[in-house]
């Protein structure tokens, strides 16, 4: 998970492979906490949809790196300096993780879950703070809803508001975070399972 820039002895479909295997293994290291608490299925429903919506550089990137083998080479050359912009990014948030507890780490994909689920970010700032995820006040006594919910809020600003998700999972018959049967996107991520389970059996 260190994003390298590409080396001179590597080839570019090398350089992509290694660069695809990062991304989801920055996705499983950001996600943890949650992915542990969800089923393969979802699991791979909400990968699916972090592909489609996600703004944390891991998905931005392999968003970026999925045209890569449809386009020619001098399209390929161009494309090159925005996927090291968005590694150099990757690399910047890995660091950002390292210094949160795996509590902190937690809140992001939890929020993230339970917006799918249909909670509005009150309900959710509400339950964090209920269930002890998130203080209610300050050291000062000051309450702290609103700074959490202004958090939660940008954590999902990029997603569908849940009118748009339930219009999906009706026209598609998704059941709840079923999210994998966009067929492109699940071929996406059937590729990217393949290509971390071939590192892994390498070290």
């Known amino acids: 998970m260190q994003f390298l820039p590409k080396l001179e002895n590597q080839t570019e479909n090398e350089f992509i492979s290694e660069l695809m295997a990062d991304c989801l ?18 699991q791979t429903g909400i990968m699916s949809f972090y592909l489609e919506y996600g703004d944390e550089p891991q998905y931005e990137l392999l968003r970026l790196l999925g045209f890569y083998s449809e386009i020619n080479p ?4 161009d494309m090159l300096p925005k996927i090291n912009e968005l590694a150099a990014k990757a690399r910047s948030y890995i660091n950002k993780l390292n210094k949160q507890s795996p509590e902190t780490r937690r809140i992001r994909g939890s929020a993230e879950y339970l ?11 509400t339950e964090m703070i209920d269930t002890g995820v998130l203080a209610e006040f300050d050291s000062n006594k000051k309450a702290l809803f609103d700074n959490h919910l202004n958090k939660i ?15 999906i999972k009706q026209k598609e018959d998704w059941d709840t975070l079923d999210l994998g049967a966009i067929e492109e996107l699940e071929r996406k ?7 971390l389970v071939k590192r892994e059996n390498l070290h």
């Open 153 to 167: 809020n940008l954590y999902l600003n990029n997603f569908p508001s849940h009118s748009k998700i339930e219009e």
């Open 189 to 195: 991520n059937n590729e990217l399972t393949s290509i």
């Open 115 to 125: 917006y799918l689920e249909g909670a509005s970010p009150e309900e959710i700032v």
């Open 74 to 77: 001098e399209a390929q050359k």
């Open 25 to 42: 293994d920055l996705h499983v290291f950001a996600k943890a906490a949650t992915i542990q608490t969800l089923d393969k299925k979802n």
